[in-house]
């Protein structure tokens, strides 16, 4: 079974609009990480946002948002005020707390419009 | 402090050769991770070292190996190239639960 799943394979916003980015996961650890990433077309992976298992509160940083639903095992990103150079590859990623790697989603392709 | 760096960025190999890419992590980092990305599979796990000692194993075969020094750089090597080996192979420098990544190696194999 898919660890991590992103089913919009592309999602379009207008600019200074917000977005949201779907991401599922699955696990029986009570204990995990999971995790936001920005790839442009230069191929880094830039760290967005991280939200712990056991945080009360949706993890923000800046313009990012996680919105968490543990019971529905959902992690989405917001992205609000959205700008050009938001237009990139984002994917979802979870750690399970005693693993040492990451599990990736398929990504989702943003494209901001002006 | 500086961030991941990852050479070369770019390499074109032929069918049956080995290549070796190198990672640099984050001053004071001493785990890194590698991942292979491709249109098909998505981003992969390779392996992870700390401390100069593989910790963790992805399912790839056994062409695909790596190591890391004292000073936590780390090396990846694939020996007897396929075209299927053609990606961006991703180095992550990770501290606790973070990682972050380096730019990538882009390796096209003809």
């Known amino acids: 079974a898919q660890k991590i799943t992103q089913t919009q394979p592309g999602m379009f916003v207008q600019e200074k609009e917000a977005v949201t980015l779907d991401c599922t996961y699955d696990?029986?650890?009570?204990?995990?990480?999971l995790f936001w990433y920005k790839q442009p077309s230069s191929g880094e992976m830039i760290f967005l946002i991280y939200?712990?298992?056991?945080?009360?509160q949706n993890a923000t940083e800046g313009r990012y948002s996680l919105n968490f639903q543990k019971a529905r095992k959902s992690a989405n990103l917001v992205i609000s005020a959205s700008q050009l150079g938001d237009s990139a590859m984002y994917f979802c990623?979870?750690?399970?707390?005693?693993?040492?790697?990451?599990?990736f989603g398929t990504g989702t392709r943003l494209t901001v419009i002006p | 402090k500086a961030g991941v760096t990852q050479t070369p960025r770019y390499l074109i190999k032929t069918r049956g050769q080995q290549v070796t890419l190198s990672c640099s992590p984050i001053?004071?980092?001493?785990?890194v991770s590698w991942y292979q990305q491709t249109p098909g599979q998505g981003l992969q796990f390779l392996f992870e070292?700390?401390?100069?000692?593989?910790?963790n194993k992805g399912n790839f075969p056994g062409r695909f190996s790596g190591r890391q020094f004292s000073n936590s750089r780390s090396e990846m090597n694939v020996s007897t190239l396929e075209l299927g080996d053609s990606a961006l192979y991703l180095c992550?420098?990770?501290?606790?639960?973070?990682?972050?990544f380096g730019q990538g190696t882009r390796l096209t194999v003809v």
């Open positions: 070292y700390f401390s100069e000692t593989q910790r």
């Open positions: 001053s004071g980092h001493r785990s």
């Open positions: 990623a979870m750690r399970e707390i005693g693993a040492n790697n990451l599990f």
């Open positions: 992550a420098s990770q501290e606790g639960v973070f990682a972050f």
């Open positions: 939200q712990g298992s056991y945080d009360q």
């Open positions: 696990t029986s650890d009570p204990s995990y990480g």
